[in-house]
């Protein structure tokens, strides 16, 4: 075996050990297009036209993934979505 295939190995083996997370933002009756295109914008590092289309994916569908990566960097984004009272959870 190749120097470069045990190094893409040990690679593909580290990043299958990386579990993703989702926050999963969902509609409520409660707040604003804007207020949540705001908060992702602000919360999540979206673009506005990232937010703008999860926002709308929430409203007709009910909920959207609005961020994925580790729970640790996933946790702190999520509170901060339950504080400003929108419906969010990790899954």
């Given at each position: 075996m190749s120097t470069i295939e045990k190094i893409q190995?040990?690679?593909e083996?580290?990043?299958?050990?990386?579990?993703e997370y989702e926050i999963v933002l969902y509609n409520d009756d409660v707040n604003t297009f804007d207020f949540v295109i705001d908060?992702?914008?602000t919360v999540c590092?979206?673009?506005l036209e990232q937010a703008e289309q999860c926002t709308i994916l929430v409203h007709y569908?009910?909920?959207?993934?609005v961020k994925?990566?580790?729970y640790k960097d996933l946790?702190?984004?999520?509170?901060?979505?339950l504080e400003l009272g929108l419906s969010a959870e990790i899954v």
């Open positions: 190995e040990e690679l083996v580290l990043l299958q050990d990386v579990k908060s992702l914008v590092d979206h673009t569908k009910g909920k959207c993934a994925t990566g580790e946790e702190p984004r999520c509170s901060k979505l």
